[in-house]
């Protein structure tokens, strides 16, 4: 069984969800995204907050993202070997 560094693949899926985001039409005039669809799958990539309720606010998209980083980061520095990219 191949073992995996758990650091990676976390980022690996905050990156998939980023990029996911990007296909739900920002509005900036009503600053949210318009397409529920992409909020969520994005949002379920790495479980964040939009991934729920599909929660279309771009701040609260961004503020997910942040924290998921942030939680990656700190885990990093527990696990030996690994350094947040």
Known sequence: ME???????????VANAEEVIKKANY??????YTD????????????????????????VCEAGFDYAKTII???ALLYPGTECA
């Open 27 to 32: 509005d900036p005039e009503l600053n949210i």
């Open 73 to 75: 980061e700190r885990c």
């Open 36 to 59: 529920g669809k992409y909020v969520k799958m994005a949002g379920n990539t790495m479980h964040l907050v939009m991934g729920y309720d599909g929660n279309k606010s771009k701040k």
């Open 3 to 13: 073992r995996t560094n758990p650091i990676e693949e976390a980022q690996r899926y």
